[in-house]
Structure formats: C-alpha cells, structure tokens
C-alpha cells in the first residue's frame, strides 16, 4: 500500500546548481535597459542580471537546448519546445518534432529548431504553429549550427558536419547559396560585428572568420585545445577582440587588426567552455561550463587579459560529505570529489563560499595550475566542524581518501588551515596502505579525534596541531576504525573496529573504560552528542542504538537492503534518518522503536544531514552535483507519525528543483488522516483519576499574590480625569466584555440614595444561594471559571457577611468545593480557590461551628486525594529512575 504525497518530508529545492552543458543566452531587457542572463540548470531556467538569481520555471526533464529573444526564453527538453515569459510561465508549447532539439534560434515573430534527424521547423511564436519544415539529409548535410545573419531579412546561414555551409531564405523556402566549407565539420557559427561578416568555428580548432557577401575569407585562426565550442565578439570602446572557448577549458583572445594571438585565459573552467558571450558596450565577458560555473571576467588589466569579477559556482564533481555547519541552519558544509571543500547558504546564494581544494603546498600549487597540479590531496572522505573557538583558530577537521595525512580549514578565513595532522612515526616517509578513516572534533574545539586504517586513534589539539595522545597501547583496535566519536562534556571517546567491537575510552587519561562486541562489523557511527544516543549501522544493513550511560543497545533496526551510507538525527533525538544504496531514505522514531517515514529517490543519497533547527533535511546524491533540501512537513502541516505496515511500498520521490517547491496539497484526500482527527480533551478523563482544567495558570496560579501584584501595578502618580469623557456605553466588567441592558440603567434624578441597589446580589451569589436547595453546582462553578482573577477575589469577598453575604452562602461555596474533590476534576482550582477563600475569611470560619464541620470534612477528603495521588507520583519516579539508571 501506497501513502502517496503525505510523506514526512516534501521536496524543496536544491543548492550549489548553477550552470550545465548548455550554452547560456544574454537578452536585453528594454525597460530594465539591463542585460539579463538566462542559464539551464537541470531541469530550471535561472534568470541572472550577474549579481542576483532569479529561479525560473521547472520543465519535466533536463533542459538540452536554450535561446531567447527580446520578449521570450525559449527551452527545450527531448522533443518539446517551450517558451517562458517573465522568467517564469510557460506561455507556449511547440510540439511536432520526432526526436530531441540540439539547436534553437529565435527569429522575429518566428522560432527555428533542428532536430538530431535533421529537421528544421519554423514556428510562430504566438500561434504555436508550424510555419515551415525543411527535411535535411544526414549524409550529406546534417545540421550542427544555426545563425540569422545581421541585416540579412528573411534569411538563415545553416553549417554542418559535412563542412559545407548553406544560406536559405525561409520565407520563400529557398536554398539561395552553398558555401563550399573547409573541408571540416562545422561546431559554431558566430555574427561579427561587421555586417557580411561571421565566424565560424571548426572541430579541428580552426576559426575563420568569413564574409558570406563575396565568399571569401577575411582570416583564419588555430587553436590547439581541440574543437571550437563557443565564439564571441567585444564591441565595447573600439577594442576589436575576438574569445573563442575549447574542451579543455581554455579561453583564446584574438586581436582582429594585427589578426594574433592577443593573450590565453587558462583553465577558466575546468571543463569545456559551454558558452560565451561579451556584453555589449561593456569590456564584460561570461562564461559557462558544465563544471557548474558561471564567470563574469572582466577586462581591466594590462595585457588584455581578463579577471574574474563575479561568479557563481559549485561542486564540479559530485558531493561526498555534507553536514549542517553551527547552530542557525544556515550553511551547510560539503566535500565534493573534486578535492574542494564548499559551504553552501540556504538562505541566499551570495552568502555560498568556498574554502578551496586540498593542497600539500599551496604555492607549488598556484604556480603550477589546475590541471598539472601535482600537489593536489585526494577528495575528503569524512570531516567534522566546530563553532566554538573558530575565529580563533581552525575548526573543521578533515580525512582525505587514502590519505594519512588529516588536514584542518578555517571557516572564517575559507581557506586550508595551519596544521596537517600525521603520527610522528610517518613524518619522514607516507605509507600507502595506512590511511585515516574516521575523525571527530570536540564541542569546544580543542581536540581532533583522528581514526586510522590500522586501529589506531589519535588526539590532536587543534590549536597547535600537537599530538596529544593515543588510545589503547599500540592500537585501540585490531581492525581498522569505522568511527570515532566524543561526548559532549569530553569524558568519553567512543570508538567503533571493523572487527565488530566498540570501546568507551576516558578522554583525558586514555583508559578503556568499557568494551562491547557487536553482532557484525560496523560501517558507520553517529553520535547525538546532547541525548547521549549512538547510532550504528551495520556491514549487514541494520541499524542499532546504543544509549552511552547504559551502554547497551536499546534499539535495533532493519529494513534496507543495501549498504547504508549515511545517517543523521533530528534535533531533539527522536528520530533516526538513515541512507541507503537501495535508493530509500528511511526515518526511524527511537521512542516507539518503529519506522515512521520512507521514500525512494532516483539515485541513492550518498550522505545527509538534518538542520539544527529541525526544518530541513539536506541529501547529497550519486553522480548529482546538487544539495537537495527537503522541508519538515510535520512542523508546519498535520502528518500521521504513526507506524507504517508491514506491507508498505514507499513511493518514487522526485528530486527537488533549483526553484523553491510549493508544498502539495493533499487536503482533497482524506484518507491517511481518518485516524489524525484533532482530539478534544473531554471535561473529566475517569471518574477515579484526578483531571485538571483547560484553563491557563493565569486565571488560578497568582490568586494568593493578587495583594502583592496589585501593589507592584499601582501606579506612581494617580490617574488624570479627562477633560471631556467622551460617550460609552456602559459594560460590565470581566474577561468577555458585555453591554449593560437598558434596565440596568438608573436614569432616576432622586437625590436619595436606594439602599437596595448598593447590595445588589452578583450573578455568582444567585447560583450559590440557588445550589443550596438543588445540590447543583456547575453553573456557579462554570461563572467562576469564567472570571479574571481580580474579578474571583471580589466575588469570594463578597460571600462574608460583612460584604454583603451570608454564613449560607458562604456553606454553599464549601460544598461546591467538597463536589469538585468529590468528582476529582478542575483539581488545580478547588485548590486555588479554597485557598484564597481560606486566607480572606479565616476568621469568620473559625467562629461558625457549621462551617468548621464542613471544613473538617473538606480536610478529609483534601488529605486522602492527595495520599492517592502522592503514591502514584513516587510509583512513577520510582520507575523512571528505575529505567535510567538499571543495567537492562
């Protein structure tokens, strides 16, 4: 059985995507008078005006094709073609081509696409249909680039891989010329600045720049980085500078007068330069790649090269390790197998930074550039960061893969830190079979904890890099260390062997304190370092939990069926998120012991990680280079935390787009919730238990301090009357204001003053005096629990016969009282309300012989409903202490 969209967690969005193998488009904007920047990003159009993002629409599959005019963005996906207004609706549909769109361009009040079968379909834009199709043949003349020629009406310039060029005008659906070609398939075509003018780009890394008036050649270019994969021409302040893009990253800037080389831009992307494109009228030059960069350069320097002025960029490999960095939820901190260490912002995408890519030297580094870097530490398998003490020295901690070495970061500074933590014995020489597996940082951000490939664990401080101690003799363990983990007073050091035991250590002197053998070899631990709870996962994919004050495992899960990759608790404990490679991503509720929540994604979540402040999950996935953040339903709409059954199937979950998901609405099916009704406490739970009042502790708690409180509010100087009051209609005081009824009204002018309506009788001395003779005392009851506490005083007050009351009435209040001990329900306000009515007429009580009877009877039943409930108080603490502290 299937619980379609009412699952714990709802898809989101995703961090760190910014740009893909598609060549982006610049359009101007007319009224903005700004250039906007369209770039595809998976499955979404991200508009950017180079400072701030703007998140598009979401198509449902990976965009392949984008172009844009000056009103629309045009995206395609397999076969269909869609076109966006305002960055965000889909405002038409083209559909009709049989196979997958690889070119696009936008031409007047008409789109042209070309399919990989080679044929072309002119659109209209507004009515959605086909204007023209023109059938190609693949062996002779199969379409690789597509160009409308400045100032040429009507008219498309068509290369191919073949190498011959053809100019069609498609109006008329005429070929009006060929262009022999050189020989070589054709990658790009490019307008120049000069009216007849075009470049065209080679697969041999050839790029001629051709007048197609006279068919001739202007000039010819080579590039030695393979082919031609993006061309574009400056315009701004008379500079004549032609950038052509490579495979292998590299940017060629050409000076179109002495028609040389004019400067190389090396590894601007460390892949393939996607697109490029100069703005207009501005020495700016972006580019993008499918290493998830988008660069804005610009060209202020001597030379004519080019720097970076702005960028967004990613993870150009996919992530491995992400955890939540501090207490806020903010940032998110991801290793990636590109060797970089990232932070991620969920709030804003400018506050992104990062913290660079493992170096054993970092000078030889920079001198010798990205792609010969020889210097370069491997990806980092597993990390561990601190706030505390960060801005004073490093705070994060990191193991590279196959790496002895440890290498700590500093968040602030976003760069590698001082220290490179190894063992003195391998100082001189690196092993290669010995490498470090585990690490964890203490929370004051003193210590590493470093575990390794031979069973050894080591403390470092973080603050010099020394070595300050190892556990166990020679080794902790005879296997290697799966993890390694530190409380959260740093009395413990819990450590975690392949040969499937785990060990509690004292922290500071290094003593084993206790040694526990496991049902099999542990992958993985993560310790809840606030409720003392471990997590284990197994090499046999089940999961346990070990409570670190008892030392036993209390709970034991399975369920997955593959390796588990990751796991992550909630903030409060309750829950244990745990990843799998058999694709499902499973919530287990330590409590009750039972899997609460499971979906399934398209590819496995390699790591994940829960926010501090219980609102989003955060998963990183195999081969995707993104953040997926998936929102907590459970704090924000109602969802059935109950046990799943055994017969569940979860649900094919999509992964969340770069635009920010709205949650589905699932209100219209009622059936996952027909047990999630709202419960509505009845009045009195049993008749033998004690049951307390809805009502809040301000209406009872203060009722003996009134004196007090009323003191403390008096104000300092006494209130000033009014000049002119203005008209009111009279009320009547208390918490829910009512109108006086026109009878109540005096609107006698008699001097003389009626005796009879200064001792007017309160509604709650009616009832009183009424109960008396009937023995029922709800309406009483209920009108006092109606009253605000200055309100309750007064009307108790009022019962003595000095305030206008009598010794019946005052009976009548205590058997109201023996009936609400009697029932044993508002418990909490017979108590208050006794009590104050103790302490106003203490005196009077005392002289009356029927009311002292009453009280020793009020006494009686007081002292047995509290030697009752006295008895179940110490039962219950006797059971839980019992729990605590008993070795089960």
Known sequence: MAREGVGLFAAFRVLGRFSGHVPHVLRYHGRHREFYLAAAVGRSVHTYNVST???????????????????????????????????????????????????????????????????????????????????????????SALLHPSTYLNKILLGSEQGAL????????????SFPGWGLAVTTLEQAPAVDVVAVGLVSGHIIVHNIKFDETLMKFQQEWGPITAISFRTADGHPVMAAGSPVGHIALWDLEEKKLMCQMQDAHST??????????EPLLITNGADNALRVWIFDGPGGTGRVLRSRMGHSAPPTKIRYHGQTGEQILSAGQDGTLQSFSTVHEKFNKSLGRGSINKKKSKKKGLKLDTMALPPITAFASEVAHQSDWDGIIACHQGYITCTTWNYQKTSMGAHKLRPEEFSKHKPIDIYATAVDITSCGNFAVVGRSTGQVDVYNMQSGIHRGRYGKKKAHEGAIRGVAVDGLNQLVITAGSEGLI????????????????????????????????????????????????????????????????????????????????????????PSGCLIDCFLVDSAAVSLTMSPTGDFLASAHVDDLGIYLWS???????????????????????????????????????????????????????????????????RWKNLLNLDIIKKKNKPREPPKVPKSAPFFIPTVPGL????????????????????????????????????????????????????GPSNI??????????????????????????????KKYNFELAQAY???????????????????????????????????????????????????SALL
């Open 272 to 281: 393939a330069v996607a697109g490029m494109s100069f703005v207009p009228g």
């Open 793 to 822: 005083e007064i009307e108790l007050r009022g019962l003595a016969p000095e305030g206008g009351g009598s010794m019946e009435v005052m009976l009548s209040f205590l058997r109201m009282i023996g009936m609400m001990l009697n």
């Open 834 to 884: 006794l009590a104050l009515f103790l302490k106003l007429h203490l005196k009077i009580l005392s002289s009356e012989p029927k009311l002292l009877e009453e009280l020793s009877k009020l006494s009686m039943q007081l002292e047995e409903t509290w030697i009752h409930l006295q008895a179940l108080f110490n039962q219950s603490l006797c059971v839980l202490t019992y729990i605590k």
């Open 503 to 590: 060990k509690f250590w004292k922290f500071k002197t290094k003593d084993l304190v206790y040694s526990t053998e496991l049902s099999s070899s542990p992958s993985g631990i993560l310790l809840h370092r606030d409720s003392g709870i471990l997590g284990i996962a197994f090499d046999d994919f089940t999961i346990s939990v070990l409570d670190i004050e008892t030392r036993k495992i209390v709970r034991t899960f399975s369920g997955h069926h593959g390796q588990i990759n990751d796991m992550t608790f909630s903030p409060d404990g309750r829950w244990l998120i745990t990843s799998s490679m058999d694709c499902s991503i499973k919530t287990w509720d330590l």
């Open 166 to 177: 053809q100019l069609w005008n498609i109006r008329s659906n005429k070929l009006l010329y």
């Open 632 to 698: 907590n339903r459970s704090l924000y709409s109602l969802v059935s935390l109950r046990p799943l059954p055994a017969d569940y199937e979860p649900s094919l979950v999509t992964l969340p787009s770069t635009c920010p998901m709205q949650d589905v609405d699932v209100s219209g099916d009622e059936e996952p919730f027909d047990e999630m009704t709202e419960y509505v406490s009845p009045e009195q739970l049993g008749e033998q238990l004690v049951t307390l009042s809805l009502l809040p502790e301000s």
């Open 53 to 143: 993002r703007r998140p598009g629409n979401t198509l449902p599959q990976d965009i392949t094709c984008l172009a844009a005019d000056r009103m629309l963005i045009f995206a395609s996906y397999d076969n269909i073609l869609h076109a966006f207004a305002r960055n965000k609706e889909v405002v038409h549909t083209y559909e009709g081509h049989k196979a997958r769109i690889h070119l696009l361009q936008p031409f007047g009040e008409h789109v042209i696409s070309v399919d990989v079968d080679n044929v072309l379909i002119v659109w209209n834009i507004q009515s959605e249909e086909e204007y023209l199709q023109i059938d190609f043949d693949k062996a002779t003349f199969a379409v």
């Open 736 to 787: 829910i204001p009512r109108y006086v009824p026109p009878e109540e009204e005096n609107d006698t002018q008699s001097k003389v003053v009626n005796l009879g309506v200064l001792a007017q009788k309160s509604d709650f001395y009616i009832h009183l005096e009424e109960a008396l003779s009937t023995n029922k005392y709800k309406a009483p009851l209920d009108l006092l629990k109606s009253l």
